[in-house]
């Protein structure tokens, strides 16, 4: 059996706070158990013995490979269009940014929003 793993990296942090180092309004979210809200699909690889038994996780383990990248791409993906628009992503983080007020409370409520229609 083989396993492959994501060809994909992590944005650079410093390129992608680019994108909101002009603004004056910031909102900082972190996804509480952020990997475990992502279900598995191939359970059995993911199996692990122990002196009890086996166990086998339904949810992605922040230790697996390419944990973080899948995390990273499914928050982008679900987020969509926003991202670096309103919103920076990294990993379980969200940096929602706006000129003002106003305009970081409407990028939040899409930001949630979006969220909200991925369930």
């Known amino acids: ?18 994108h909101c180092k002009s603004k004056r309004f910031y909102a900082m979210f972190d996804f509480l158990k952020g990997f475990w809200q992502l279900p598995l699909s191939n359970k059995q690889f993911l199996s692990y013995m122990m ?8 949810r992605v383990s922040q ?20 991202v670096n628009k309103c919103v920076i ?7 929602v940014f706006a000129d003002t007020q106003e305009e970081l409370m409407d990028s ?3 930001v949630l929003t979006k969220l909200d229609e991925y369930g």
């Open 51 to 58: 002196d009890k038994g086996i166990f086998t996780p339904t």
């Open 1 to 18: 059996m083989v396993i492959e793993t994501f060809a994909d990296v992590l944005p650079i942090l410093e390129v992608t706070l680019e």
């Open 108 to 110: 939040i409520e899409a």
């Open 89 to 95: 992503v990294w990993i379980d983080d969200l940096l």
């Open 63 to 82: 230790v697996s490979a390419d944990a973080t990248l899948h995390f990273q791409s499914t928050v982008e993906m679900v987020i969509g269009h926003l």
